[in-house]
């Protein structure tokens, strides 16, 4: 079985600086998909990022990337510019192929507050 | 765009009382999951439907039955709702292709007194 493990349960920033989320998991499968979801006091689930384990290149999207290492089971995301509607819960999350259907699996989040 | 919608949004159950929380999707998807979101935790899947006609368990099915009623619906029921089945539920669904982002609801949050 896999497991995802989010080591910081809460951090802040203060707006305009960068911060970096931590992200590790555990898994026999050379193949899968890692993502970044982020969650506001609304409890709406919105994707952030995603990466494929094949792909050496770390995924980027507008201010958020992320760091990808493969070898150490390692997926942080970066923030950068933090801006207050950034404050939210991200979760980590991880997806094996699988025959009967693609499911997630999470990690228990990190809550991230972005101070004015 | 609807999107992913879960009814209802909230509810209140006392121990023992049956209920079925809604599901639909508008997006053409094969696949459709619940998930659990108990306080300060991560998701957890209960149950998922791969493709029209079948269902699955997760990693927390216990106390749930599940059903594909067509290709945009999947209900959760709980049959004797219990004080630890207190959460918000999400219902999600993707197009079920390897990889393919899976989308969620707006949550239900469900309380059992």
């Known amino acids: 079985a896999q497991t995802v493990t989010q080591s910081q349960p809460e951090m802040s920033v203060q707006e305009a600086e960068t911060v970096t989320l931590s992200c590790t998991y555990d898994t026999s499968e050379n193949n899968y998909y890692l993502f970044w979801y982020k969650q506001p006091p609304s409890r709406q689930m919105i994707l952030v990022i995603r990466q494929e384990a094949y792909k050496q290149q770390n995924a980027t999207e507008n201010r958020f990337s992320v760091n990808f290492q493969k070898a150490a089971k390692s997926f942080s995301l970066k923030i950068s510019d933090s801006q207050l509607g950034d404050t939210a819960m991200y979760f980590c999350?991880?997806?094996?192929?699988?025959?009967?259907?693609?499911?997630?699996?999470f990690g228990g989040g990190t809550r991230l507050m972005v101070k004015p | 765009n609807a999107g992913v919608t879960q009814t209802p949004k909230f509810q209140v159950l006392k121990t023992g009382q049956s209920m079925t929380l809604q599901c639909a999707q508008d997006?053409?998807?094969?696949?459709m999951y619940w998930y659990r979101q108990d306080p300060g935790m991560g998701l957890r899947l209960i149950y998922y439907?791969?493709?029209?006609?079948?269902?699955d368990k997760g990693e927390v099915p216990n106390g749930y039955n599940v059903s594909r009623l067509n290709k945009r619906e999947f209900s959760l029921r709980l049959e004797s709702a219990a004080p630890s089945q207190t959460s918000v539920y999400f219902c999600?669904?993707?197009?079920?292709?390897?990889?393919?982002?899976?989308?969620f609801g707006e949550g239900s949050w469900l309380t059992v007194v």
């Open positions: 999350a991880f997806m094996k192929h699988g025959n009967a259907g693609n499911m997630l699996t």
């Open positions: 439907s791969a493709s029209e006609g079948t269902t």
């Open positions: 999600a669904s993707s197009a079920g292709t390897y990889g393919n982002t899976i989308y």
């Open positions: 997006m053409n998807h094969n696949s």
